[in-house]
């Protein structure tokens, strides 16, 4: 995924997520009627629109509509940017749903994921050399991003065909290196996201033997916000849904407005508009509020996020004192929760997108 999380490794992040969490605003700091709040958003094609909103003046159409100031900050690193909303220098920000669970919410932020964007339909993927199966995999070295939803991919795609992640020995890779890695003939596997992956598809004798198509839905991107501030400031709530569904619905638009917007998206990531449409082919965009809501209240969700938080605190994820999967507690629409119910720290609320969806904002 364009520009996705960079971790040097489980120890580095939890020590991370340990003075992040002391330094944090309490509830109490952040629970205030306020006028003024920080979007925080880094470069990938499922959140262009955010930056394009901004350009095109939507974002203020909206926060003028409620009378607050919203403004869409850039963090040019995506780890970065998580680690400013959870140290409270943002109110909100653009992050993979095992990224708000690993980070934020097991550091004790008390976060709200609002808007349920889209999923990865392809734009994560397992890499092979001289070989079309993923079977072949068994005792390769494989090349990725440890502790990211590239690692998360090789599990669930060893899964698929009976394999476990103590069949292969995973290699540390940055995304800014690992295309380069890829063409070395002795890198013969490696997980990668967009636009590194495209690139590295072209490597002679590489296939694709897996990617996120395969588990649909798995690899989420989310708007969340500070459950604390969200709540003393439903307007912000409101005015962010109202930002997301007009600026997706412009950017699906097949005539000369809806290229203009996707051309004006891709600049913004840098890269043409041939190469952004491409991304957006492998990211199912939840364009329509209804099917946001859909997919937010669907059990499948809850699956997802078991297998999420099982798969994170498998790796040390959630912190020494974690004692099992269950530490974290989730919150789903209709009452329904995951983990520790007298823990909650990460809430999946389909309150502003079920507004959107009736016309209500």
């Known amino acids: 995924m364009l520009n996705k999380i960079r971790r040097a490794g489980a120890v580095a992040i939890l020590a991370c997520a340990f003075v992040i969490a002391s330094c944090s605003p ?37 926060a ?88 998360y991919l090789l599990a669930r795609g060893l899964e698929s065909v009976g394999m476990s992640m103590t069949d292969v020995r995973t290699v540390n890779t940055s995304d800014a290196d690992i295309a380069s890695a890829f063409t070395s003939p002795d890198v013969t596997a490696a997980v990668a996201w967009n636009p590194q992956l495209s690139t590295m598809r072209q490597t002679p004798g590489a296939n694709e033997v897996f990617s996120s198509a395969d588990i649909p839905g798995e690899i989420l991107d989310l708007l969340v916000v500070d459950t604390a501030t969200l709540q003393a400031n439903p307007n ?12 997706t619905a412009l950017m699906q638009r097949q005539d000369e407005q809806g290229r203009a917007a996707r051309a004006a998206m891709a600049e913004l990531a840098g890269t043409t508009l041939e190469n952004f449409e491409g991304q957006l082919a492998t990211t199912y965009l939840y364009t329509e509020p209804q099917a946001a809501v859909a997919a937010t209240s669907d059990a499948a969700l809850i699956e997802t996020m078991t297998r999420v938080r099982d798969f994170s605190f498998s790796q040390g994820l959630f912190g020494q004192g974690a004692s099992s999967a269950d530490a974290i507690g989730m919150a789903f629409p209709g ?16 309150t502003y997108m079920q507004m959107a969806a009736d016309g209500a904002l």
């Open 26 to 62: 309490t509830a109490e700091e952040t629970a205030a009627p306020r006028t003024e709040f920080s979007i925080g958003w880094s470069i990938y094609a499922g959140w262009m629109p955010w930056a394009y909103a901004d350009q095109a003046g939507i974002v203020k159409k909206w």
């Open 236 to 247: 912000l709530g409101k005015a962010l849904a109202g930002i997301w569904y007009e600026t």
């Open 64 to 151: 003028d509509k409620y009378g607050i100031e919203i403004n869409i900050v850039q963090v040019n690193d995506y780890v970065e940017s998580v680690n400013q909303y959870t140290a409270g220098q943002l109110d909100g920000v653009t992050v993979a749903n095992m990224d708000a669970l690993t980070i934020p919410a097991a550091g004790g932020k008390d976060t709200s994921a609002i808007i349920v964007g889209d999923y990865s339909n392809g734009n994560d993927g397992i890499l092979l050399k001289g070989s079309d199966s993923l079977s072949a995999i068994m005792g390769r070295q494989v090349y990725l991003v440890e502790l990211s939803v590239s690692h």
């Open 335 to 350: 009452g329904k929760t995951l983990g520790d119910p007298d823990h909650i720290t990460l809430r999946f609320d389909e």
